[in-house]
């Protein structure tokens, strides 16, 4: 059997993105490694746009994410193989999206809320992992943990 990474090419924008810029290649945890990525560019918008630019990057990131993600897991033959890690990216945004912050504790919180939510897989979650296929599946889940993980930062920011 054909390793589905040997059907990738990185000279593809679409697959570029997908593996996010390499990062879901990461023989060990490739989606908390696609996370760990997804960190410098969140900084980035914090830092350099309005809370406006975070919101309009999720937008477009989930968008965009439904073609990436869905043509590159045919190109690859296999649905939402592991090295596709763009969800993660714009989960982690989600997830830092209502407590836009640079504080380092406030991001690794985040982050640690998110890797929680998107490898558990509680209700919903799970149910839209197992039944919702393509790159609209593939980016659903990650999405919804980003969201579930949103409000658990903001409920501990706001009142812890």
Known sequence: MTDPKQRLSLKNPLHLLAVGL????????????????????????????A?????????VGSLAG????????????????GAIVWDEFVGFWITMALVPSTD????LAGFVMFRLFDMIKPWPISWLDKHVHGG???????????????LSLWAWVTYV
């Open 22 to 49: 390499g990062s879901g290649l990461s023989p060990v945890v490739p989606g908390t490694v696609g996370t760990l990525f997804a960190v410098p560019f969140y900084w980035l918008l914090a830092t350099y746009t």
């Open 51 to 59: 809370p406006v630019g975070l919101w309009i990057a999720i937008l």
């Open 66 to 81: 439904i073609v990436i993600c869905g043509r590159t897991s045919a190109d690859m033959k296999v649905h939402d193989h």
């Open 104 to 107: 380092w504790q406030i991001i």
């Open 136 to 150: 609209l599946g593939i980016m659903l889940d990650d999405i919804l943990a980003g969201v579930m993980a949103m």
